[in-house]
């Protein structure tokens, strides 16, 4: 067989029920295995075993998580994203566990010490992997009731390695699943205010140090903000991640035209006071939908490098050349190939 590893094919022949009718599905198997060791594992098992990867893996990274939709091409950003999301599919299957307030050791009222023991392995989890988990973990299942002032409250299961009752109340808690939303924000000053939604680098070497650099200019701007809050005694996250970014940029000319220490130190003065006196409103308990405001222009892709273009096609209009109109679409696909040849 030109199949690599390759040293069984069989074919199998199943009944399957689909659209309420029974219809005969025909399987070809490949296997590395002998024939003996198949029939050990039961080759049927194995067949059906199939279907639970393409009726649960699949689905959830290709469609759920947008795994198909990837633009990402070099081979080491693919593995870490490709990671993140499993990682998120194996939090998701751990979040579908029952809660039960009758068992474990009770702390308090509505909280409880709770021990999850290891299930069933997944289907796209090596064997090594899980081996090299715990047989079981004690977590802390937590119901707390969040007041959001012009809302109904709500009643959230929170479930959280944080054990000790006295050092993190449920209240405590609480205010920290309502403060879920500052990580949203912290987002968008990466991908928006620094620009980081879209790298441009292309090898592997260079997209590590244009994330290591976008992560070292947001925590230099939270950084001075930090400051800010602590000389003025204001809330950090009152003070806003661009206007601090805008303020950095204005005064940094000023810092270097400074002709002393104390000067500078002036300058730093007065920036922490400035970020300290304009606040943003606070909204408490602050959720937004995942929308996009802005509509997108109407253009099309640029999908080939600009010099093969003469122009770029736009809501079916477009500039014809001066020497001859064109008339029909293989002329104008011509041009837009080979933008210097003349049109006999």
Avoid at 220 to 249: D, N, W
Wanted: with cysteine.
């Amino acid at each position: 067989m030109g199949f690599p590893g390759a040293r069984l094919a069989d074919r199998l022949a199943d009944r399957v029920r689909r659209r309420r009718k029974w219809c005969r599905e025909v399987v070809y198997l490949l296997s590395s295995l002998t024939l003996e060791e198949l029939q050990a594992q039961g080759m049927l098992k194995l067949k059906r075993g199939y279907r639970v990867i393409e009726s649960r893996l699949h689905p959830c990274l290709d469609i759920t998580l947008g795994e198909d939709r990837s633009r990402v091409r070099t081979p080491r950003p693919a593995r870490i994203l490709g990671t993140l999301r499993r990682i998120v599919m194996s939090l998701a299957n751990t979040a579908r566990r029952r809660l039960d307030f009758r068992q474990g050791k009770l702390l308090g009222k509505e909280d409880r010490l709770v021990v999850w023991r290891r299930g069933r392995k997944p289907t796209y989890r090596s064997p090594e992997y899980w081996a090299g988990l715990p047989d079981e973990i004690t977590v802390r299942v937590v119901r707390v009731r969040a007041h959001v002032p012009g809302f109904r409250t709500r009643s959230v299961m929170l479930v959280t390695t944080l054990l000790d009752p006295v050092k993190y109340p449920p209240q405590a808690l609480a205010q920290l699943y309502l403060r879920r939303w500052e990580m949203e924000i912290c987002f968008r000053n990466l991908k928006t205010t620094l620009q980081m939604e879209h790298l441009s680098c292309k090898s592997p070497d260079m997209f590590d140090r244009e994330l290591r650099l976008h992560f070292l200019s947001h925590n230099l701007v939270r950084r001075v903000a930090l400051e800010a809050a602590r000389r003025h005694l204001v809330p950090v996250q009152r003070i806003s991640f661009a206007g601090t970014l805008g303020a950095m940029h204005t005064f940094a000319e000023a810092c270097l035209r400074a002709p002393s220490q104390k000067a500078q130190q002036r300058v730093r003065e007065e920036l922490y006071r400035l970020l300290a006196a304009d606040l943003v409103p606070e909204r408490p308990g602050r959720r937004e939908p995942r929308a996009v405001k802005r509509r997108p222009k109407p253009y099309p892709l640029l999908t080939a490098p600009c010099r093969r273009y003469r122009e770029i096609l736009h809501r079916n209009r477009y500039r014809r050349p001066a020497n001859k109109p064109i008339s029909t679409r293989a002329e104008l696909r011509a041009i837009l190939i080979n933008p210097h040849e003349r049109i006999p």
